[in-house]
């Protein structure tokens, strides 16, 4: 199939065959029904910085699905197909389900192989899956997960068997998740954050509750420096990734009477503002000089990010917090400010850092659109923990009454 | 290395060095053809550990031009590994395929390719680093090396860029004899593990090039000498001598003609007493030891004379190609300062973990090395020129080994290596393992000349025998009658018959003309089917003629 990556220089290109993700879906029976638009090459939350064409969020057309795999949640959002598969960096996966209002899991680092996932920032990208229930997530990223000998840096770790964990809600003890201990991350819901999404994450915190979780507010001190650090470290590795794509073995080449208009022309013609922005600001940071002060310290920064995470999992067995500051805002509102897209980031980059596990399930609304738009709740687990947080995020799910998480046009379209 | 003589003396402008002493040609030291000419005897004192200026280590022959400049030489060899696949994924690893036949994903750059890492790989590194008494690095790891060319698929190199598998070492090196021998220790700075790009074909009218990425993704080891030589012969020792590790480790194949073995120089001078370096200058396009020899002479004297001229600013650090044509270096490109590759670690692999059992295994497995070897050699009592040809090719010297462990005098056997064999190898174009001789055989044939079962002259026809088809001495001996003929009595008779049978000649050397004992001779060895005793036979036919 054309995989292009949101991206004109790969535009017309059809891979020699599936990325193991794809194979294992096939393997197993699945129906590749498509493929679905993104940022280009992951670059982006809004998938508006697509070569090809901006994807509207199912919920509100004026408004972005959220990014970088936005056509994936939207895809889902609008019943389009059943499950979908998106990658995240940074938050690529997390983010547009909540803005799309549905389940968005984002596996811990290592544990879905990489090998066939057109690459953005090696040490952060990973496959994720979307889905319109927490069951469906979990089934598909089961099928997906595990050790890969086409991908160095998958993880030998055991998969568990966690597809037939997913019982029906009456089946469900009166307080279900007696025991666990949730943290707030109190970083996650002060300034900067809308006010309408706090009160729905509160509101899905006071559930958590009543399902039998002990609730405290828990601090991530260097919770604040994970976006600059994640944003040096991702346009770093994206600058070198990047590098291969040259109009040489493949993809779109102009041709040029000397080797370096050939290169420059190619490249400079086939990608976007945002993805030239991220190779150049990358190639600066990792020259002779700079590599120190940037590179080297965001990865210090980083062993921050994950020390502080690693304490507060060991006070409990989750974290929660929002996947983003707001909901999806209008298309064009934000795309002319890049640093307020990435200010979009901070609820979920420093996860991407840490490489740990994170689920995203719908859990209210906010008003703002021609309808209400939907809310995720992010639950962040330890490493490799994805059983559980599936676990818990189905009793969630299923015991969440009020809410109807199908988008207006999928319902009046079934209706008509 | 031997042309270096001939050729260098035409081309070469006016104001370089004196030629050096030689009275013969000398062939090629490295192939299998020796003189018995005696060596001089060679020192076995060992060097002390390089130091740059002192004394005894300073070079005899050819560059006394150098009285008041001193060279300084670094070399950096590239060794392609001769593992079964490619370094970061399973494409097969020969040389001599069509053009991108041995490519994947992975190798050509596609998106959403990794690499994965070849064991073997490491096995080479630690094989080589040991051998070249290294310090290897227990916890390694990979970088990216960031440049753009069409045959860098990735746009990226893999390499090893501040932690190396392996650091410092050193290699002990034998001058060859006719160029005056001796022995020195060269260091090594850093070895570390990289892949090779892909190549390009240039159109002859220079329009268009085609990349082909078979070698892309092979494995390399980087080895980085110590900027410890002082000249062109020290230079070419020191790369034939890691030839012959790589070939005796069996890591690599070593052949500079396919590109195995690839050797970048670095030249600088400086006048004697002055501490500084001086501008370093690379040379590049060497593609055997003898160029790399010619090359370094070369460029060591365009520098010194720019000196002598008052002109050293004229020497700028930059990358100067050696043109075969025209016997001289001649500039590249000016390396504009330091390129810039914008290291970093390589994110798609993990750390090269080493254990104490991993390396001990492989220090276990260590064959006995060229130096060693020499020594060995040298101490049974071999001249250097034969020790030097011998411990060349592992499988010569096995073979020679296996030879006098069944007995062989080890000068006898050396000659017959170094000759007769050696001979019918070059000319079948064969190696000694596809030669039908055995080393028992050999052994064999040796003792049967020493102990007078046969003579030295049938046990040469025996020897051809062997070569080609096999068998046994024995049995060859027993199939031809070849059994030496020591009864003086029947050597007799032959002179007999044969004086009978030339009477003329008898005469005629009765009158003076002496040189017919050699026809005489003849005569009877025919008779005697080549089997009498030469030393028996002439003294019989003297007392007969002389009678």
């Known amino acids: ?416 | 290395m031997a042309s270096l003589l001939s050729r260098g003396f035409q081309i070469r402008p006016v104001f370089l060095y004196p030629l050096p002493l030689f009275t013969k040609r000398v062939p090629r030291v490295f192939y299998c053809k020796s003189k018995s000419t005696e060596a001089p005897t060679i020192t076995q004192e060992k060097p002390l550990p390089s130091q740059n200026r002192s004394s005894s280590q300073k070079p005899n022959t050819s560059l006394n031009v150098l009285q008041d400049y001193e060279a300084i030489i670094g070399i950096e060899t590239h060794v392609q590994l001769s593992t079964l696949s490619k370094a970061f994924c399973s494409c097969p690893n020969n040389y001599g395929a069509q053009p991108n036949t041995n490519i994947c994903p992975v190798c050509m750059g596609l998106p959403g390719a990794l690499p994965v890492l070849n064991s073997k790989v490491i096995e080479f590194a630690v094989k080589l680093g040991l051998a070249l008494n290294s310090e290897l690095s227990f916890n390694s790891k990979f970088d990216r090396k960031q440049y753009f060319y069409p045959d860098l698929p990735k746009g990226y190199q893999i390499s090893q860029f501040d932690i190396p598998i392996a650091k410092g070492g050193y290699i002990d090196v034998d001058l060859p004899v006719e160029l005056g021998g001796g022995n020195r220790r060269f260091g090594i700075t850093r070895v570390h593990m990289e892949e090779d790009a892909g190549k390009l074909l240039h159109s002859d009218n220079g329009t268009d090039s085609q990349v082909d990425l078979n070698r892309a993704g092979v494995p390399l080891l980087e080895i980085v000498s110590e900027p410890d030589m002082r000249t062109g012969i020290e230079a070419a020792e020191y790369g034939a001598e890691l030839q012959r590790l790589v070939r005796y480790l069996g890591v690599s194949n070593g052949n500079m003609q396919e590109g195995s073995l690839r050797c970048d120089v670095n030249v600088s001078v400086r006048p004697i007493d002055q501490p500084k370096f001086g501008t370093k200058v690379e040379i590049k396009n060497l593609n055997s030891f003898s160029a790399i020899n010619r090359a370094i002479d070369y460029e060591i004297s365009r520098q010194v004379e720019l000196h002598r001229q008052g002109q050293a600013d004229q020497i700028v650090q930059e990358t100067r190609l050696w043109e075969e044509g025209s016997q001289k270096t001649v500039t590249m490109r000016k390396k504009e300062g330091l390129a810039d590759y914008r290291y970093f670690p390589e994110p798609d692999l993990l750390e090269v973990i080493l254990t104490e059992d991993f390396v001990d295994n492989i220090r276990k497995s260590l064959p006995e090395l060229p130096e060693m070897r020499r020594r060995r050699y040298e101490k049974l009592g071999l001249n250097m020129q034969d020790v030097l040809l011998l411990a060349n090719d592992r499988t010569v010297a096995e073979f020679f080994d296996a030879t006098i462990a069944k007995g062989a005098d080890p000068k006898l056997a050396t000659n017959w290596l170094m000759s007769d064999i050696a001979a019918y190898m070059k000319d079948k174009k064969v190696s000694i393992n596809e030669v039908k001789l055995t080393p028992t055989e050999l052994a064999e044939l040796i003792a049967s000349i020493q102990n007078g079962t046969i003579s030295g002259k049938i046990g040469k026809e025996i020897l051809f025998g062997l070569i080609a088809k096999g068998g046994t001495v024995e049995g060859i001996i027993k199939e031809k009658n070849l059994v030496q003929i020591l009864d003086p009595v029947e050597i007799e008779k032959m002179v007999d018959k044969v004086l009978s049978a030339n009477p003329t000649q008898v005469e005629q050397y009765r009158g003076g003309k002496t040189k017919l004992q050699a026809f005489f001779a003849g005569q009877i060895m025919k008779e005697s089917k080549g089997k009498a005793n030469p030393g028996l036979l002439n003294k019989i036919l003297l007392e007969k003629l002389n009678a």
């Open chain 1, 1 to 416: 199939m054309e995989t292009t990556a949101g991206s004109r220089v790969l535009e017309g290109w059809r891979p020699p065959g599936d990325a193991t993700a794809v194979r294992r879906v096939r393997e197993r029976g699945g129906i590749v029904v498509g493929k679905t638009n993104c940022d280009e090459f992951g670059m982006g939350s809004s998938t508006e910085n697509s070569a090809f064409q901006v994807t509207a969020n199912p919920w509100d057309e004026s408004r972005v699905p959220g990014g970088s795999s936005g056509g994936s949640a939207a895809a889902v959002s609008a019943r389009q197909c059943m499950v979908s598969l998106g990658s995240d960096t940074g938050g690529s996966v997390r983010q547009p389900a909540s803005f799309c209002g549905v389940v968005g899991i984002k596996p811990t680092y290592g544990r879905v192989s990489r090998y066939g996932l057109v690459a953005y920032a090696s040490s952060l990208d990973v496959i994720g899956c979307f889905a319109s229930s927490v069951a469906d997530a979990g089934i598909l990223i089961h099928a997906i997960s595990g050790h890969d000998r086409l991908d160095a840096t998958s993880s030998k770790q055991e998969v568990p068997d966690f597809t037939s964990q997913f019982m029906p809600s009456d089946s469900f003890e009166s307080k279900p998740l007696k025991g666990l201990r949730v943290g707030v991350i109190r970083e996650t819901l002060g300034d900067g954050v809308d006010q309408a999404v706090i009160s729905s994450i509160n509101a899905a915190a006071a559930h958590l509750e009543d399902l039998g979780c002990s609730l405290a507010e828990v601090s991530l001190p260097s919770f604040s420096l994970g976006l600059p650090a994640y944003y040096v470290l991702a346009i770093s590795e994206a600058s070198s990734n990047l590098s291969r794509y040259d109009g040489i073995r493949y993809g779109n080449q102009v041709l040029a009477n000397e080797l370096g208009a050939l290169y420059g022309d190619s490249r400079a013609k086939g990608f976007g503002d945002e993805v030239k922005m991220r190779i150049l600001m990358g190639t600066y940071a990792l020259s002779a000089g700079y590599y120190d002060a940037y590179y080297k310290r965001a990865q210090q920064v980083r062993t921050m990010v994950k020390n502080d995470f690693k304490a507060a999992l060991i006070e409990h067995d989750f974290l929660i917090s929002p996947a983003a500051p707001s909901a999806a805002y209008k298309i064009g509102e934000k795309k002319n400010d890049p640093l307020a897209m990435y200010a979009g980031d901070i609820m979920t980059v420093n996860v991407n850092l840490a490489g740990l596990p994170a689920l995203v399930v719908p859990c209210g609304f906010v008003e703002g659109g021609s309808s209400p738009l939907p809310v995720g709740l992010q639950m962040i687990g330890s490493a490799f923990s994805e059983d559980k947080l599936l676990k818990v995020g189905h009793v969630f799910e299923q015991t969440l009454k009020d809410f109807n998480f199908v988008p207006p046009l999928v319902a009046d379209s079934r209706a008509s």
